[in-house]
């Protein structure tokens, strides 16, 4: 048996009552102290809790203010950049327009000056071929005749054998 067990003697029947009534209130005592100290202990750490949450919500709202804020000046800023990148790109677009511009206004010239003397030399060569031509036809008129003639003997004979008819199938075997 253990030194802490109580054993009831059968003569002290009212000592035991007695220390056994003692005990029970001391512990009922202790567990309502312990009770209300939970109580307490519970009612604190709901408050430190209600402190917390309070602070956490301050926190995140702040938090979230400055990052909504940060997020309005970022897009500010980029709408700003995103303008002066639009300004730059349509300058550096109307100054390559008036580059080519220029450009094709300066070769278009070139061309037609060139075009204007390559028909000037063409046109001299091709009068100073008609006078050759003339000169030629004055001092031999019937060797020009004669080839003239027959020049158009054959063009004539090619042109009536390019119109000869092909017979039909009907006609290549008609009986």
């Known amino acids: 048996m253990n030194a802490g067990t109580i054993i009831p003697h059968p003569m002290n029947t009212d ?4 220390a056994y009534d003692q005990h029970s209130q001391a512990a ?3 567990a309502q102290d312990a009770a209300s100290k939970a109580r307490e202990a519970a009612q604190q750490a709901g408050y430190a809790a209600k402190d917390m949450a309070q602070n956490a919500t301050h926190t995140v709202k702040d938090a979230a203010q400055q990052a909504a804020q940060a997020a309005r000046d970022a897009a500010q800023r980029g709408l700003t950049a995103t303008k002066d990148a639009a300004q730059q790109a349509g300058q550096a677009a109307k100054d390559l327009y008036q580059s080519a511009a220029s450009r094709a206004e300066d070769v278009y010239h070139t061309a037609a000056h060139r075009a204007e003397d390559l028909y000037k030399t063409a046109a001299a060569r091709a009068e100073d ?5 003339k000169q030629y036809v004055r001092e031999n008129p ?3 005749v004669l080839g003239a003639f027959a020049i158009g003997i054959t ?5 009536g054998l390019s119109h000869h008819r092909e017979p039909t199938l009907r006609e290549r075997f008609r009986w």
């Not at 000592?15 to 007695?18: G, Q």
């Not at 071929?129 to 031509?133: D, F, I, V």
């Not at 063009?155 to 042109?159: D, S």
Request: hydrophobic share 35%; net charge neutral.
């Open 15 to 18: 000592t035991n009552t007695l």
């Open 28 to 30: 009922k005592d202790y």
């Open 129 to 133: 071929s008609l006078a050759q031509s």
């Open 142 to 144: 019937l060797p020009t």
């Open 155 to 159: 063009l004539g004979c090619l042109m």
